[in-house]
């Protein structure tokens, strides 16, 4: 079983950056596309972005492309959400995940994730 854990969250101005990292242990993350989601208070779970195993392709809600930029070093085991252009509503716990299966062809199915980090909370003010 893999072990996710993520890092560099914090609180930052509206326009500002924030870099978050997962880190993996227990398992090598080279043969997964992994993802990110998001949680905001009283709402639901939300895909954010995914990368896949060899990071040649990259998937993004709409809300976030153009300032969102997810990347990975299998060496290292851990895959990045680079954020920049912050804004109020990316405030969130942010998690990352591991994909498992296949079931749905989308990243956004959260069936499809096998393990889960415990988050890291970003606060953006405005």
């Known amino acids: 079983q893999v072990q996710l854990v993520e890092s560099g969250g914090g609180l930052v101005q509206a326009g500002g950056s924030l870099r978050l990292s997962c880190a993996a242990s227990g398992r090598t993350l080279r043969t997964y596309a992994m993802s990110w989601f998001r949680q905001a208070p009283g709402m639901e779970r939300e895909f954010v972005a995914g990368?896949?195993?060899?990071?040649?392709?990259?998937y993004y809600r709409d809300s976030v492309k153009g300032r969102f930029t997810i990347s990975r070093d299998n060496a290292k085991n851990t895959v990045f959400l680079q954020m920049n252009s912050l804004k109020p509503d990316d405030t969130a716990v942010y998690y990352c995940?591991?994909?498992?299966?296949?079931?749905?062809?989308?990243?956004?199915?959260?069936?499809?994730?096998?393990?889960w980090g415990q988050g890291t909370q970003v606060t953006v003010s405005s």
């Open positions: 990368i896949t195993w060899n990071g040649a392709m990259t």
């Open positions: 995940a591991v994909r498992t299966s296949y079931s749905s062809s989308s990243y956004y199915s959260q069936i499809d994730y096998g393990s």
